[in-house]
């Protein structure tokens, strides 16, 4: 049993509350009624039904039998049907002969009776669901009656899982069945254990708690590894219902403290999410260890009521206070971030569980400072806008997402194993960019439904960083290829559907393919691929080597294998290549690139022999002579480093423009320029290019050189003159000469995100601090032991040292606040504190 919480886990939780708590008025009657021998013929293995048999309603029954009918829409939201089994009078079995049998209702799995129920414990609906989920739940819900039976269950945990332990005075109340519903959601990820003993909870040192009140815990074992020290608790401070455990739980799953480099207003946690303040502790590089080491203090403190981040100062440029040390923001939407100084951690703590201690502790001087911060953040704040816009506005429509394996930490290795090769998407559920790829992929998944050898999976990076990080995933979202038992590639194009799809299917052919025969590579120059890729069509590239040229067929080979997935690849090194290369003018190593299925063959000799020449050549050779530039291929051309002659139109290209512009691309000297067209009708956005190079709109066509990467002058084609290779050549002498003025000059600033990107996985890294042996009575009291502190300079959450080694670098309970950077003079405190700046 592992720690995960699937984002699935959400969504169902969330629709039981909708369904249990919204009733449809005029839905068909979901109370069944069968004679006995239709209901035991209609029982199904492993689906569970609850039934009640009678002859006739008596009317003491009537309102036990609206409480049935009033649970059967609840219950079915578990798979469970209710049924009334009318019996016949003459019946004499079991069920309808028996007097007692007919006061209890019978709770089956297929045709095995699992539990009576006298009538008079199914009061409600409350009392029938909790009691038919217990029953149903038996062996994933323990229940203990001693403390003994309590650290038994936790040793058993202690490395593996956490526990779930909740305290209910009786059974059959609203408080257990949110418990039990709680438990059919969860039960796969934690130990759900159950007592009504109220003795058992005093032991546990929960003292405060009313008797009289359901209480429940979550227990961190799964990090606890010494069967001396019981597992660490953090109490729900909510009532029992059904989304207050889940959000309980949710909480639990965080990162106990978040490491964050950028600025605290674009910074969004599950704390925030859930409605509850997140607390920066400001750091800097000098006192890092021990500002790590009060976050993760203050953390504990406020496990379930603030989430807490580590902000370092070094990473980040905030025009704020320097004496500032605290930061608090709140789940309020437009609330600016409060920047304060507090001497310790107790009014941090204070911070959080009083609300108006913010306004009185706040200087005027750092509002003055927010409202700058503010300022410059939103003219910032444009990274992805159109994404997430896009996102927003189609939230409400429902991805087709059954053709796609949700893979997790328990499946992902052996799915790999299942399938010639294997698509993973890593993503991360709640990431803009990550939604609107998903929807791309859907759709590659209805493109490639039925293809044999090849399955879609993916992986939500946000419940499993841990198989994230494994693979090597830095970013949302990424797209490997798994070969089955072998390698994997990493897509690294454009995330449109055409993009993706031409990656899954180029990758199931070996990159390059062997060829045997002069034949099978005459026909491989003509088209003729395998026929897993007879519907898609690429330029063919074949590389041809003698023997004697065995280091530049190993580097093509090397270049195949970089290169797989975004061309196709052909190789032939038989004893007769020479014969196939000389008929097109080259001799081995050559390459021979076949554009449109062979109509044309251009034989291209190999001088360099490296993997990384080898790579730039056939991706060089591969790009259009006279290509039209769109948002998906301009990648392409801009690595060249290149200027280029653009030629815009307003639609396709007229005949002589078009003769004349590929004539000039064809004639001109290797490397020199770009030489391409863009159609404003087709792409836009080209519109908004012009408009960046002149104050207005030139008329159109127009013919443009620009150079981006050297001065980023843009000269526009004599408008007077007619486009002819011999007048753009001319022109062309008189800008290498000097002689043309520039229409504009494009600025030198760099073309960045305007926001740095978000390292997302060390933001989720967590790593679970081992328990105390006994929680503290004081409120705010340092754990009597801690575990010890991990080595390294792990950047996720670490675990605390044990108390008398801290004190001596932090100081006491209600520790002040001096390690944090900048140094503040602060009240002095029990215990020595760690070196000043």
């Given amino acids: 049993m592992s720690a995960r919480k699937d984002r699935w886990v959400f969504s169902f939780f969330f629709l039981l509350f909708c369904a249990s708590s919204i009733r449809m008025q005029g839905s068909a009657r979901l109370l069944q009624e069968l004679s006995p021998q239709e209901y035991f013929s209609s029982l199904q293995a492993g689906r569970a039904s609850l039934a009640y048999f009678s002859h006739n309603v008596s009317p003491g029954a009537q309102p036990f039998l609206e409480q049935i009918e009033n649970s059967a829409e609840a219950l079915q939201d578990y798979g469970i049907s209710v049924v009334k089994v009318n019996c016949p009078k003459e019946d004499v079995s079991r069920y309808c002969g028996e007097e007692n049998a007919l006061r209890k209702a019978y709770l089956f799995r297929g045709n095995m009776l699992i539990r009576e ?108 590894t010494d069967l001396a020290q019981p597992c660490r608790r953090t109490a729900m401070g909510q009532t029992l219902t059904m989304l207050n455990i889940h959000r309980h739980l949710k909480l639990m799953g965080a990162p106990l403290v978040t490491e964050v480099a950028e600025d605290p207003e674009k910074v969004s946690t599950v704390h925030l999410q859930l409605g509850l303040p997140l607390v920066f502790i400001l750091s800097q590089k000098e006192t890092y260890e021990a500002d790590r080491r009060t976050a993760e203090f203050v953390a504990w403190q406020l496990l379930g009521k603030a989430g807490v981040a580590l902000l370092s100062r070094d990473l980040v440029d905030l025009n704020i206070l320097l004496r500032s040390n605290v930061a608090l923001k709140t789940p309020d939407e437009g609330e600016p971030v409060k920047y304060l100084v507090l001497e310790d951690t107790d009014e941090v703590i204070t911070l959080v569980e009083d609300k108006n201690k913010v306004e009185q502790i706040q200087e005027d001087e750092e509002e003055n400072e927010e409202d700058e911060d503010e300022k410059e953040n939103n003219n910032q704040d444009v990274q992805d806008d159109q994404v997430v816009e896009a996102v927003s506005r189609d939230k409400k429509r429902e991805l087709p997402l059954e053709q796609i394996l949700v893979l997790t930490e328990e499946t992902f290795h052996s799915a790999l194993l299942e399938t010639a090769r294997t698509v993973v998407l890593f993503y991360a559920s709640w990431e803009a960019v990550s939604l609107a790829v998903l929807r791309s992929y859907t759709e590659v998944a209805d493109h490639l439904k039925g293809t044999r050898g090849i399955l879609l999976s993916r992986v939500n990076c946000w419940d499993w960083p841990g198989v994230c990080t494994k693979e090597n995933v830095t970013q949302f979202p990424t797209m490997k290829i798994y070969e089955k038992g072998g390698r994997s590639v990493m897509y690294n194009g454009m995330w449109g559907t055409e993009e993706l799809t031409s990656f899954i299917m180029l990758n199931q052919v070996s990159c390059p393919l062997r060829l045997a025969t002069i034949d099978e590579a005459e026909g491989y120059l003509r088209g003729e691929f395998p026929p897993e890729l007879s519907s898609y069509h690429h330029t063919s590239l074949l590389g041809v080597f003698s023997t004697a040229t065995s280091e530049a067929r190993e580097a093509f080979e090397e270049a195949g294998n970089l290169l797989s997935g975004h061309v196709m690849m052909g190789m032939y090194f038989e004893d007769d290549a020479l014969a196939l290369s000389r008929k097109y003018a080259v001799s081995p190593p050559a390459l021979l690139l076949a554009r449109s299925r062979g109509q044309s063959v251009e034989g291209i000799a190999l001088s360099k022999e490296s993997v990384q020449d080898m790579v730039q050549i056939i991706r060089y050779e591969l790009l259009d002579v006279f290509p039209e530039i769109t948002v998906q291929n301009l990648p392409r051309y801009l690595q060249l480093r290149k200027p280029f002659l653009i030629f815009f139109s307003d639609g396709d290209l007229g005949q002589m423009e078009s003769k004349e512009m590929l004539k000039l691309a064809k004639e001109r000297p290797q490397q020199a320029f770009v030489a391409c067209w863009l159609n404003l009708k087709k792409t836009p956005v080209g519109r908004g290019v012009l408009k960046a190079y002149f104050a207005t709109m030139p008329s159109l066509p127009v013919l443009i050189w620009v150079n981006l990467h050297a001065g980023g002058h843009v000269f526009k084609f004599p408008s007077e003159l007619s486009i002819t290779e011999m007048n753009i050549l001319s022109w062309l002498e008189k800008l290498k000469a000097g002689l043309e003025i520039p229409s504009s000059t494009l600025s030198e600033e760099d073309w960045k995100p305007p926001l740095p990107a978000y390292d997302f996985l060390q933001m989720m890294e967590m790593a679970v601090p081992e328990p105390p042996l006994r929680t503290s009575h004081r409120h705010r009291d340092v754990p009597q032991q801690h575990p010890p502190e991990s080595s390294g300079g792990d950047t996720g959450v670490q675990e605390e040292p044990p108390q008398d080694s801290k004190a001596e670098k932090v100081g006491s309970p209600g520790r002040d606040l001096r390690g944090t950077a900048p140094r503040l003079a602060a009240r002095e405190k029990q215990g020595k504190r760690h070196s000043e700046l």
Avoid: W
């Avoid at 040793?155 to 009786?170: D, H, I, Q, T």
């Avoid at 039990?180 to 109220?198: D, I, K, R, S």
């Fill in 117 to 224: 129920f006298p009538t008079d414990a199914l009061f409600d609906v409350d009392s029938i669901v909790a009691n038919v989920l217990f029953a149903l739940l038996f062996n994933e819900v323990k229940y203990v009656e001693t403390l003994a039976d309590l650290q038994n269950i936790e040793n058993a945990l202690k490395g593996r899982s956490n526990m779930v332990f909740a305290y209910v005075p009786a059974t059959g109340t609203a408080e257990h069945r949110a418990v039990m519903e709680a438990a059919f959601v969860y039960g796969t990820v934690h130990q759900f254990v159950l007592t009504t003993e109220a003795t058992l909870l005093k032991d546990t040192g929960n003292d405060e708690s009313d008797v009289l009140s359901a209480r429940l815990l979550f227990c961190h074992c799964q990090q606890a």
